[in-house]
């Protein structure tokens, strides 16, 4: 087990929490004096901090304590949470694996922390060898790794990722952004052998609810209680608690989606095959395909031109293009646009 409190940083741990009218008085009944919010209306008090019947619900679909989990303004929020409590800013130190989710890198540079970049090898996978100069370095508080990986799709090898596990002391998170299309296990049935690990999941992609901004975070209790400390009282509004809600209550809908997506991009995958221009289309556990073309940059103004919007990774990736599946209509039109550019 990790020391957790060893890897907190020192004003985090001797802080003193803001502790609001709703966390004080927890009850659903009464007569409401205590938060200054306006008596009238049907939006006027303010949400559960501690979104106690959201995360009951989301326990009960991933069969997990609602004690281990967090929810984030999106999972935006609690990437960034993960560094405002592991990181000191100007001292410590986060690992990422590129090419991967922007964000680890803005959140690192927000926080002022440093980053350890490692380049992902030619299959996009991480080489234990090149994390193993780094990882008994007490700066190095946090590794990050994105399984299925966005922008490449694929899911990062499992045994690599119990390497990291074992060997490093500090904070371990697991993005999981798109774990239910890629039919695996999760890893947040690790949390009680791991007690540094954090998983991320989120309702933006496969729960369809990206305007609501949820994310969540499954961690031991000790960990949990430190993002709760330090995120804002009332990070998730009663608007999109409800909206959560609703989705869990038919999470059959989520999973006929997934499913839809999923031949969708085999659909694509074969479709795009024969196009001239399609260089290479790299194997996806996700809702996207990361494709090689001829020419990114020109086929992507191409397509712009005709209305159809994709993800330009030229930059990290020579010549590539991320689409992601749409419905069936979008995936037609985009496949009749290629063809016809060709
Ligand atoms: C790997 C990964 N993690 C996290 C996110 C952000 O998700 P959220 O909408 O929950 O902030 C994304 C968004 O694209 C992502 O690709």
């Not at 957790?4 to 007569?31: C, D, H, M, T, W």
């Not at 999941?201 to 901004?213: D, E, P, V």
Request: glycine residues 4%; negative net charge; charged residues 25%.
């Amino acid at each position: 087990m990790v020391d957790i409190n060893k890897l907190v940083r020192p004003n985090i741990l001797n802080l003193q929490p803001y502790s609001s009218a709703r966390s004080e008085f927890r009850g659903k009944e009464g007569i409401f004096l205590d938060a200054n919010e306006n008596p009238f209306g049907s939006l006027n008090r303010y949400p559960d901090p501690f979104q106690t019947e959201l995360k009951e619900k989301i326990a009960g679909v991933k069969e997990c304590h609602s004690r281990n989990i967090v929810i984030g303004n999106g999972s935006d929020e609690i990437i960034d949470l993960t560094f405002r409590v592991f990181c000191d800013p100007g001292k410590d130190k986060a690992m990422i694996f590129s090419p991967s989710y922007g964000m680890y890198r803005v959140a690192a540079d927000i926080n002022n922390t440093g980053v350890v970049d490692i380049p992902l090898d030619k299959d996009f996978q991480i080489d234990p060898e090149k994390t193993k100069p780094y990882l008994d370095r007490p700066d190095l508080k946090l590794i990050i790794v994105c399984s299925p990986n966005n922008p490449t799709g694929n899911s990062m090898d499992r045994e690599t990722v119990t390497f990291l596990l074992d060997n490093f002391r500090g904070i371990v998170i697991v993005d999981e952004a798109y774990n239910d299309f890629s039919q695996e296990p999760s890893w947040l049935n690790r949390i009680e052998q791991y007690n540094n690990l954090v998983v991320i999941q989120t309702f933006s992609k496969a729960w369809g609810l990206a305007a609501a901004r949820l994310g969540m975070a499954f961690a031991c209790e000790e960990i949990v209680a430190l993002f709760n400390k330090v995120k804002p009282p009332y990070n998730i509004s009663s608007i999109n608690q409800q909206a959560a809600l609703e989705a869990l209550q038919d999470s059959g809908k989520k999973n006929r989606a997934v499913a839809l997506l999923i031949s969708e991009k085999e659909r694509l995958v074969k479709a795009l095959s024969s196009v001239d221009r399609v260089k290479k289309i790299y194997p996806s556990r996700a809702n996207f395909l990361l494709i090689e073309v001829d020419n990114a940059d020109f086929l992507y103004r191409e397509l712009v031109n005709e209305g159809i919007i994709t993800r330009n990774r030229h930059r990290e990736i020579a010549n590539c293009l991320r689409v992601t599946v749409g419905t069936p209509e979008e995936n037609e039109m985009l496949i009749n646009t290629i063809t016809k550019l060709q």
